[in-house]
């Protein structure tokens, strides 16, 4: 299957899901960044949602055995750094997906980008009852992509995935 259509591939890849968040597919985060073609071989390039995400080797070899599967056995997994990976690249389905599972979705415009701003506790809406009136816990969640959050109102913890 050599040279198989890129968009064909990334379908494909919508099935590979984050193991941390597996209601997220690897497309919906935005770490997908380029598909080529090299004498015969198909390099899937990634971008880590961080530097250190322990979830990057079991990615790869997820990619390698769903395009094995369907008929494209020589691929490699290339993990590009640069440009870094932000939330601005999940996609809306993948936020929406976050929210339904009970995992505050990035807010749309990141509220501590300043040094002064960092220390500031970011007001995150409740996935569970909508409410703003929410208090974090603590800076991390159940990864380090997250923070822990509760809510004011109904009293339900939750994750947060933070903007970055």
């Not at 985060?29 to 380029?34: C, D, H, P, W």
């Not at 505050?104 to 409740?126: G, H, I, L, R």
Request: net charge negative.
């Amino acid at each position: 299957m050599e040279n198989a259509d890129k968009h064909i591939i990334l379908g494909w890849l919508d099935e590979v899901k984050d193991p941390e968040v597996p209601v997220l597919s690897i497309t919906d985060l935005g770490i997908v960044r380029a598909l080529d073609w090299e004498n015969g071989k198909l390099i899937v390039s990634i971008t880590p949602t961080y530097s250190g995400c322990p979830a990057m080797e079991v990615i790869a070899a997820g990619i390698k055995m769903l395009l094995a599967e369907k008929g494209i056995a020589a691929t490699e997994v290339r993990t590009v750094l640069s440009p870094a990976w932000t939330t601005d690249w999940m996609t809306e389905k993948g936020k929406q997906a976050l929210k339904a599972y009970g995992i505050a979705p990035p807010n749309p415009v990141q509220q501590v980008c300043s040094p002064e701003a960092f220390v500031m506790e970011e007001q995150v809406a409740c996935p569970r009852c909508g409410a703003s009136a929410t208090t974090q816990v603590s800076r991390f969640g159940s990864t380090a992509c997250k923070a822990l959050y509760q809510c004011d109102v109904c009293k339900e913890p939750f994750d947060y995935f933070k903007c970055h």
